[in-house]
């Protein structure tokens, strides 16, 4: 297999899809006009895949991005591309459960997540067990005759917890269980989800394909067995995305290697020196000791990226915002995987039901964008010193 930087230049570039154009340009389409009323009714049925159909069913545009996703994770069967992450999550999981049946989700997942299955999911006779993210192989305990998916997410959202996945996956197969895995934060040049056995693997492409700042978009890429049911529930949940929005993730997806790498760089070098610091307590980054499971991100990740979460030593809310509201180049705002720094306040504590969330201070979360990490640290010392008054 060619090297990050070679995939992700080449992926999804079919000669029918760009005519030639480097970069796939944009197809706008509602209506397609055919010939005549047999070639109309040639065109139908179930199976549109690749085929000009109907704006709803996409566009040489669209089908250039859901291709180089698929290309990008080894043993994927397709990619459905949906107007959010969310949007993405969701179509993965109404593809897989009915009602009766039961879903294990991990207790880290992204807050919206567990919201879908405490809305959505449960109105609809779904019922949710939390487990918590470092149960490994114990998940076998939590299958039980109605448990129909395990969902995934690694690291997980604010605190940062890498699961087993192997384990995880092992356990689920051998109980004819699905396993979906929010692969958002490593996408698949870190973390190649289908080679560890995941069944559908979701990423929201807001994050760091589109990586701009600048566009929502989600996907779900399925083995040869999960395909036709994500393709079925979403054709008939009338999914779609604009070709415009598929086309700027197209164009920040050619540069995804080489941000990812200055990203993971930059934020290792930062997490270090927070290390370092009287003011922190505790950083939660993956590849660091400190971050529950950093051995498994060791054995199953080939590579880092820019988010990650540390811990105040002390304060409260107020000595935190001060923190938060010296810094001059991390902006304030939700999201992240774009080029500018991001730091919020998070408060994991809320949120967790299967385990609580001991923390051992005020946790502030991280996007480290593309400026450089020593100008980056220079704002954090601002940051500290804004801390250190606000404590008296
Ligand atoms: C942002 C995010 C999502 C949702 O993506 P949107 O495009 O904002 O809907 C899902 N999972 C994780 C881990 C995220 O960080």
Redesign the pocket.
């Known amino acids: 297999m060619s090297g990050d930087g070679t995939r992700v230049v080449r992926a999804g570039r079919r000669p029918e899809w760009t005519q030639g154009i480097v970069n796939p340009p944009v197809w706008r389409a509602s209506t397609i006009l055919y010939d005549s009323v047999a070639d109309l009714r040639a065109s139908g049925g179930r199976d549109t895949h690749h085929r000009l159909f109907y704006g709803r069913r996409g566009t040489p545009t669209q089908w250039s991005l859901a291709d180089a996703l698929t290309e990008l994770e080894p043993g994927a069967e397709a990619t459905f591309l949906y107007p959010?992450?969310?949007?993405?999550?969701a179509a993965a999981l109404l593809s897989v459960l009915s009602p009766g049946d039961e879903l294990l989700l991990v207790d880290s997942a992204?807050d919206?997540?567990r919201n879908l299955a405490n809305g959505l999911l449960k109105r609809m006779g779904i019922a949710t067990r939390f487990y918590d993210p470092m149960i490994g192989a114990g998940i076998a305990d939590l299958i039980g005759p109605a448990t129909k998916a395990v969902f995934l997410?690694s690291p997980g959202?604010l605190t940062f917890e890498v699961q087993d996945i192997p384990a995880i996956v092992a356990a689920a197969k051998a109980r004819g269980v699905v396993t979906l895995l929010?692969n958002?934060?490593a996408t698949p040049l870190r973390l190649p989800a289908m080679a560890l056995g995941i069944d559908l693997s979701?990423l929201?492409?807001?994050?760091y394909i589109s990586g701009h700042s600048d566009v929502?978009?989600?996907s779900v890429t399925a083995t040869k067995a999960t395909w036709p049911a994500l393709r079925d529930t979403s054709f008939q949940l009338g999914q779609t995305v604009g070709a415009d929005d598929a086309w700027l993730g197209s164009r920040g997806l050619r540069t995804m290697a080489l941000r990812l790498d200055h990203h993971a760089r930059s934020a290792l070098a930062v997490a270090e020196w927070l290390q370092t610091r009287d003011e922190v307590a505790r950083v939660l980054h993956p590849a660091l000791p400190d971050c529950p499971g950093s051995a498994i991100f060791h054995r199953d990740f080939t590579g880092g990226a820019g988010l990650f979460a540390f811990e105040l030593a002390g304060g409260g809310e107020a000595e935190r915002a001060a923190f938060i509201d010296a810094l001059d180049l991390f902006g304030i705002g939700y999201?992240?995987g774009g080029f500018e720094s991001l730091a919020i306040p998070v408060d994991p504590a809320r949120h967790r039901t299967a385990v609580p969330w001991e923390g051992k201070g005020p946790l502030v979360r991280l996007n480290i964008g593309l400026e450089d990490s020593a100008d980056l640290i220079a704002d954090l010392e601002r940051g500290f010193a804004a801390w250190r008054a606000a404590r008296g």
């Open positions: 959010s992450g969310v949007a993405a999550i992204y919206p997540t997410e959202s929010d958002t934060w979701i929201a492409c807001t994050k929502m978009l989600g999201s992240w």
